[in-house]
């Protein structure tokens, strides 16, 4: 696999989990203290480090060089993965533009072009994540990809997309919520601009609602930061806090997410009572050779094909290691059938989160349950 290389990776985990004590003075406190202060003594002329809550605080600033750390790449953090898309968008297009994204992606991106981008004469196509890499870029100003994408799992050649976004001039702006910066490197692989609903696994514990935008463009950036200090979308100590205590894990959480994510494809790949599973590791998956060229492992998220709704509702009320939630990337298993959100997936569709339970109990705890429908 060579999203990127072990030492690479390894390389940046070690920084994000050194990035704080480096800075310290005798006598600094180990982690970063939540300071929830809005204001900073600032007599006379105004340059200081910090000013305002709004335009950052000492516990997001640690939090934001440990992302960086991990991107490989100056990054700015947002109060969700959606406001660190809005950022994105809001910072890069302007009437007329022709954006290029995909037709299977998360679908509140779709929503917000939609209802407040197209009114300010913004247009939109939409393809499926595999032909995005291979769909004509004329007319474009900024493409978007989602890899794998959420929910149906597919993969889009990053390499190869970046290859032509460059050639054509256009920016890459590449969601990476569903893969992370630690198992796919976007911007190594070409990306101009990475997003991150750290929402997910990068905080993973599903307490905090979190995202950011990572680019090395610095032109880029510095209209993101003012977006986020005239738009106010600025996370909060705590939140800020929460993410940057919880990557530390991240290593060790995905390697045993990924770990039974891949033995929960294959249980189920093996099952009569699942039509179809999605897993980019399986290798019977059609995007698993592409995934392994770009991710340094599979993730954490599987899709199972039941027969119909009621089947797969079943599964999920009656497995007892199966939260019932939206959302994903925590430590404890969950699921959801994606098309009670009106996703173009089948009705018998469900979006499994596998988390760091034992495997073993894991399994037998999903086998039981499939068993017994
Ligand atoms: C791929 C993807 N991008 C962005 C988001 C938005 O993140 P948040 O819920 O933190 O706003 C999500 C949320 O599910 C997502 O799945």
Known sequence: MTGHSETDRHARMMQAL???GRSQRKGDPATPPIVSSVKFNLPGDPEAPFVYGRYGTPTLEATEAALGALEGAPVIGFPSGMAAVTAALFSSVKSGDRLLLPSDGYFAVR?????????LGVKADYVPTPALSTHSLGGYSLVWVET???PGLDICDLQRLA???KLAGIPLIADNTTATPFLQPVLDLGADISICSDTKAVSGHGDALFGHVASRNEGFMARVRAWRKMSGSTPGPWESFLVQRGLQTLDVRLQR????AKAVAELASNHAKIRNVRYPGLETDPCNALAAQQMSDFGFLVGLTFSDAATAEQFIEHTASIYPSTSFGAVHTSGERRARWGDAVPEGYVRLSVGCEPTSHLLRSLKDSLDAL
């Open 18 to 20: 050194h990035a704080f």
């Open 111 to 119: 929503a917000l072009i939609a209802e407040f981008l197209e009114i």
């Open 257 to 260: 997410m990924c770990t039974n």
């Open 148 to 150: 794998p994408s959420n």
């Open 163 to 165: 290859s032509r976004t």
